[in-house]
């Protein structure tokens, strides 16, 4: 998930952000175009795993004024398949739509979490890191309460994909915490996206209480292994 930033303190903190980091730093990260649009390659230097990152991205002019900056996140405990735990000195590359062709791309690995409870960066931005794992925590619940209650209601397939396209329209006009929107929001998506595509492998559509049961499942196991890290 990214969120732009707009704070004139932000942006003042930008130059020393985005700068290249020295070898020494537990997680190196680079952006480079490419024909998918762009990618962001993490490198950890560490002798311990990494699980999460908070990272900013900016886009730059050659003069270095900056064009674009978002906050964007790599979290293991809340994405496990398409985000992994990184291995002591392995890379790993996300993929990252980089705008403004014009302007040069920069990124940093600000601040995050090993594998055994420890981390590395400014407590402030670690504590990002935790808050928006608790907010996961929360959305899981919202999508698995909410999937609960349509199998009681016996709603239809497409009655189960208009249920949650209509919550995710209600929670982006939401007035409440920006961040926990944000990540209700993407865990709704997900399910959403899976609501839509799931298949036999033979292509036809699951029953509807099976494919209910099958993301409720998928949740629970998200959940119990987002709980485990958050216990570290």
């Not at 649009?37 to 311990?48: A, E, Q, W």
């Not at 739509?97 to 990124?107: D, E, H, K, N, S």
């Not at 890191?129 to 349509?150: H, M, Q």
């Amino acid at each position: 998930m990214k969120r732009v930033v707009l704070t004139a303190m932000f942006l003042a903190w930008l130059p020393v952000y985005a700068q290249p980091k020295p070898p020494d730093k537990p997680v190196t990260a680079t952006a480079a175009r490419d024909a998918s649009g762009g990618t962001i390659l993490f490198h950890n230097n560490s002798g311990r795993t990494v699980t999460a990152l908070e990272y900013i991205y900016t886009m730059r002019n050659p003069d270095l004024t900056v064009v674009y900056a978002a906050t964007a996140y790599y979290d293991s405990a809340i994405d496990p398949r398409s985000q992994p735990p990184i291995q002591p000195g392995q890379e790993v590359r996300v993929p990252y739509r980089i705008p403004f062709a014009g302007a040069t791309p920069m990124v940093g690995a600000e601040a995050g979490l090993f594998s055994d409870g420890t981390t590395f960066g400014e407590p402030h931005v670690v504590l990002t890191i935790r808050e928006r794992r608790g907010y996961t925590l929360v959305s899981f619940g919202k999508s698995i309460a909410d999937l609960n209650e349509a199998a009681k209601d016996g709603l239809s397939r497409q009655e189960l994909i208009t249920l949650f396209q209509n919550s995710l329209m209600t929670e982006a006009s939401s007035a409440g915490d920006s961040e926990l929107v944000a990540c209700i929001q993407t865990v709704r998506s997900q399910v959403l996206a899976n609501l839509i595509s799931a298949r036999r492998p033979d292509g036809t559509p699951l029953p509807v209480p099976e494919l209910i049961q099958s993301q409720i499942d998928a949740l629970n196991q998200r959940r119990e292994l987002l709980r485990n890290a958050m216990s570290k």
